[in-house]
């Protein structure tokens, strides 16, 4: 009982806590523009109001996900963030972000692909921002290495991998930070702990201080959720399993060659939710 009770007034910590900050973070144009001299330090030049934000909400539709994307002299940049779980596939999303991007920008200034008039495109610039270890992964990836053993195809996609460095730059903060949080919720769990324990290590640190120290509240607040989307999905996912499991032991019973217990055992139910499965398939018979 008294573990239930903690289990309720333990919050549980959203799964796309870093993703959240990620975007709260780079949406504030003071930041945002530090993001892009890490990257573009000759540019001496830019300003807050020469950046234009132009992150897609929703991208692939699910949320679970960060893209963000931004328009300056004439370059049209793509961060893409990849959790610490490797895979190229990343590369699929920045081709439908790139392609979603071009559509809304053309749409913005008017501009009719469909005509004569060859139409005016920002320079695209594309980077994956990695919160994993490196390990042997390489520091730039490609469509056509990855998915197509570098055949000569007709379309292509390139993206700049960032991994953690020895730099004291807004990314590598970043990815800092989403190491602290990984190395927090071993310890804790996904709990409201974890996330001020997160804040704590890191402004001690001077990981995102400013930040952090200025939006506190905020910060907890994005990254925690009763009820999450990845939550939701797991429980969809269970009671579509539950119900497959459920057909199975139909059809087994029918037959009739095998045990409760053996049917128990090969799908996953209970004897007693077996039983009264039995029950409900001899009315019907």
Not at 193 to 201: G, L, S, Y
Request: aromatic share 10%.
């Amino acid at each position: 009982m008294q573990d239930d009770i903690k289990q309720t007034q333990e919050v549980m910590a959203k799964r796309t806590a870093k993703n959240s900050v990620f975007l709260d973070l780079f949406q504030n144009k003071s930041y945002l523009l530090k993001l892009y001299k890490t990257l573009h330090p000759e540019d001496t030049k830019a300003t807050e109001d020469s950046l234009t934000d132009v992150t897609i909400e929703n991208v692939l539709t699910d949320n679970l996900y960060n893209d963000l994307g931004f328009i300056v002299n004439n370059k049209l940049m793509i961060l893409i963030e990849a959790q610490a779980t490797w895979t190229v596939n990343i590369l699929v999303r920045i081709f439908l972000y790139l392609a979603q991007s071009y559509h809304e920008y053309f749409q913005r200034t008017s501009q009719n692909y469909y005509k004569s008039k060859k139409v005016k495109m920002p320079k695209p610039e594309l980077y994956v921002i990695y919160t994993g270890n490196k390990g042997r992964k390489p520091d730039k990836i490609s469509l056509s290495k990855e998915f197509f053993e570098s055949a000569d195809i007709d379309i292509e996609v390139k993206a700049k991998v960032i991994y953690e460095s020895d730099k004291d730059d807004i990314i590598n903060q970043y990815i800092i930070f989403c190491k602290i949080f990984n190395e927090q919720t071993k310890q804790h769990g996904m709990t409201q702990k974890a996330v001020t324990e997160t804040i704590r290590i890191c402004k001690d640190r001077n990981v995102l201080r400013e930040y952090l120290a200025g939006r506190e509240k905020e910060v907890v607040t994005i990254m925690m959720s009763l009820f999450d989307e990845e939550q939701i999905m797991k429980s969809f996912i269970r009671s579509e399993r539950h119900d497959a499991d459920v057909e199975t032991a139909k059809r087994l019973l029918k037959m009739g060659k095998l045990s409760f217990e053996e049917i128990a055992s090969g799908t996953g139910l209970t004897i007693e939710e077996v039983k009264e499965i039995e029950a409900e398939v001899m009315q019907l018979a």
